[in-house]
């Protein structure tokens, strides 16, 4: 069983950053595939980035070069760098670690950005 919990979401104009946090508890989260996806409103949940066990990446093109996502094992943490949001990555975004057959999710933080 794992739990998580996400943080760091908020309100920021165009053009800013935000950095999101996922905070693991109750397995061996390192032996996890990690990510992050979102959910904007009517629309579907949707991958943003996804980092493996060793520490491969992978990111929708709509935030190659401007997202960056990243683990710290030790703090059993994964991280979403957001730089230059655009209003259209206004959604809730959720954590999600991964073990075959096995999949959690985190409860969602918002992050909205508007002017």
């Known amino acids: 069983q794992v739990q998580l919990v996400e943080s760091g979401g908020g309100l920021v104009q165009p053009g800013g950053s935000l950095r999101l946090s996922c905070a693991a508890s109750?397995?061996?989260?390192?032996?996890?595939?990690a990510g992050w996806y979102r959910q904007a409103p009517g629309k579907q949940r949707e991958l943003v980035a996804t980092?493996?066990?060793?520490?491969?990446?992978n990111y929708a093109d709509s935030v190659k070069g401007r997202f960056t996502i990243s683990r710290d094992n030790a703090k059993n943490t994964v991280y979403l760098q957001m730089n230059s949001l655009k209003p259209e990555d206004t959604a809730v975004y959720y954590c999600?670690?991964?073990?075959?057959?096995?999949?959690?999710w985190g409860q969602g933080t918002q992050v909205t950005v508007s002017s």
């Open positions: 999600r670690a991964d073990r075959s057959p096995l999949t959690y």
């Open positions: 980092i493996t066990s060793g520490a491969s990446t």
């Open positions: 109750g397995s061996i989260f390192s032996l996890y595939v």
